[in-house]
């Protein structure tokens, strides 16, 4: 559940020994399974794809809905599933 009570639908992947997370967003009328050939390719990353509102199991984004408003919602999956912080895996070579 979101600050304002949305229900935040996601995909999570977690493979044994897989590190760091990678949030996942998919684009607009899509889904998570825009994804799915990353997700099976790339084991070594944890996985969190959200469902954006109005998509999914997710609630119903609203009459205005906000890219913003997405990107908190994704920061609060991210806080259920136990991400802590930001990581730049371009400075990291990865």
Same mark, same amino acid.
């Given at each position: 559940?979101?600050?304002?009570?949305? #229900?935040? =639908?996601?995909?999570? +992947?977690?493979?044994?020994? =897989?590190?760091?997370?990678?949030?996942?967003?998919?684009? !607009?009328?899509?889904?998570?399974?825009?994804?799915?050939?990353? %997700?099976? +390719? %790339?084991? #070594?990353? #944890?996985?969190? @794809?959200?469902?954006? +509102? &109005?998509?999914?199991?997710?609630?119903? @984004? &609203?009459?205005?809905?906000?890219?913003?408003?997405? =990107?908190?919602? &994704?920061?609060? !999956? *991210? &806080? !259920?599933? *136990? !991400?802590?912080?930001?990581?730049? %895996?371009?400075?990291? *070579?990865?």
């Amino acid at each position: 559940m979101t600050e304002d009570g949305a #229900r935040i =639908a996601y995909e999570y +992947r977690n493979e044994p020994g =897989a590190s760091p997370p990678l949030l996942a967003l998919h684009g !607009v009328l899509v889904g998570t399974s825009n994804w799915v050939h990353q %997700l099976l +390719r %790339l084991p #070594r990353y #944890r996985w969190i @794809a959200p469902y954006f +509102r &109005g998509h999914g199991g997710s609630s119903p @984004a &609203g009459e205005h809905p906000e890219i913003e408003q997405a =990107a908190e919602d &994704g920061e609060d !999956v *991210g &806080g !259920v599933v *136990g !991400v802590d912080g930001e990581k730049d %895996l371009l400075e990291d *070579g990865v």
